[in-house]
């Protein structure tokens, strides 16, 4: 099963997806062309006025990936993964950081530091969290324009890190409820690398273990939770973690360290779930939020397997999903070019400085495009993503490599 077809008018107005059968009739007949290959969307050659069925758009927000869905009903006939580059980002802002240190520090020809004549805006974000929220909401934008759609599902809170901390900040409904084990859980899963602690095995059942024994003190705090096999379980029982790790001092060290250190990904989420909100309630659209326990219950309640796409299907107040497709979209951030404005040629010397224009001959760096070589020694066809310049001479980063 594959995604369904976008489509969108003479008017370039969204309307219905449909089967990829039909598209292709519609196109052998003569009556659309093809308007984009990614997502594929087709364009009619008239104008349509009939009343759309909405579709309901859900996303599933991550450190590293954020999972998208689009449901008609309880249909879901489109699922894509968004890989983010917020690790990239976070890697250059270093790199750049180290070098003008080092000029610094060098004492040559260089502005002087600055530190007080810098502020920041209300509601900043660092670059590494903000591109998560402008890449999400770009593919949120570019979605509307294909499809009729009607409301937006969030998963706003991953894991309600004070509430886990202190399970008694709602009460005793909240602590008993059905949705907390799973809260848990997954806190855990996350935290722990899906494998268990003590002997590192994986893709097997794991169980919530104390590492200091509840029956010597030990507490239901996060701190003190981790995820071991049954025989790790078992054989462990009551020992204290230094006394069952007496003869593994390594294991015993990152055990104890990794308890006390705070869940990164699941930060990142939370420091931009709310900018994420807010910016979605721009859009015009009715938004509605789930908790990442509920969506976990319901796609465990389901039997539907780990996919981020398939999260995001779930979140929310579901019922029951029939899934249409088994072949998401998979999206990867990659930027637009390098930052840089000044280059070195092969012996290290300084060359022009780039031009600030981002879009060349009507391409810009990053976009899908298909070429057609018919002279020199790179004759032949090639789609892939394009790297722009100035001068009008491109390069194409194809499967098969660089061209």
């Not at 008018?9 to 059968?21: A, E």
């Not at 309901?56 to 008609?72: C, F, H, W, Y």
């Not at 032949?380 to 993503?385: A, D, E, F, I, P």
Request: positive net charge; charged residues 25%; contains cysteine.
């Amino acid at each position: 099963m594959s995604n369904f077809v976008f489509v969108i008018d003479s008017q370039k107005r969204p309307l219905n997806p449909i089967r990829p059968g039909l598209a292709r009739k519609l196109l052998t007949t003569g009556k659309a062309a093809v308007f984009k290959k990614y997502p594929f969307t087709i364009i009619l050659k008239i104008e349509v006025t009939a009343p759309q069925k909405p579709i309901t758009l859900k996303l599933d927000p991550g450190s590293r990936t954020t999972g998208i869905a689009l449901l008609q009903g309880e249909q879901v006939i489109f699922g894509a993964e968004l890989t983010h580059r917020g690790q990239a980002i976070k890697a250059c802002l270093e790199s750049r950081r180290s070098l003008r240190r080092g000029r610094r520090n060098r004492h040559t020809r260089y502005r002087p530091a600055r530190f007080l004549n810098r502020t920041r805006p209300k509601g900043w974000l660092a670059p590494s969290l903000q591109h998560r929220v402008e890449t999400t909401l770009t593919w949120v934008n570019r979605l509307m324009k294909l499809a009729p759609i009607a409301s937006i599902f969030q998963e706003l809170v991953r894991f309600d890190l004070q509430q886990i901390e202190n399970p008694e900040i709602s009460g005793l409904e909240y602590q008993q409820g059905v949705l907390y084990g799973y809260e848990i859980r997954e806190y855990l899963l996350n935290k722990w690398d899906r494998k268990c602690t003590y002997c590192g095995s994986t893709d097997i059942p794991l169980q919530v273990e104390h590492i200091h024994p509840k029956a010597k003190g030990g507490s239901n705090r996060i701190s003190n939770l981790c995820l071991a096999c049954d025989a790790c379980n078992k054989k462990k029982g009551t020992q204290d973690v230094e006394q069952f790790l007496s003869k593994k001092p390594e294991i015993l060290k990152r055990v104890l360290s990794q308890a006390k250190r705070p869940l990164k990904d699941a930060t990142a989420v939370n420091s931009t779930r709310w900018a994420l909100f807010n910016r979605l309630r721009m859009t015009g659209l009715p938004v509605s939020t789930g908790s990442g326990g509920l969506t976990k219950f319901n796609r465990t309640r389901l039997n539907l397997p780990k996919f981020h796409w398939l999260d995001a299907a779930c979140v929310g107040q579901v019922e029951n999903l029939k899934v249409l497709t088994s072949r998401p979209l998979l999206i990867k951030a990659a930027g637009h070019g390098a930052r840089q404005m000044c280059g070195t040629n092969r012996f290290g010397f300084p060359i022009r400085h780039r031009s600030r224009k981002q879009i060349h001959f009507g391409f810009q760096t990053g976009d899908i495009i298909g070429a057609t070589v018919t002279a020199g020694k790179k004759v032949g066809s090639y789609v892939g993503r394009v790297l722009c310049r100035a001068s009008g001479s491109f390069d194409i980063a194809t499967i098969q490599g660089r061209v």
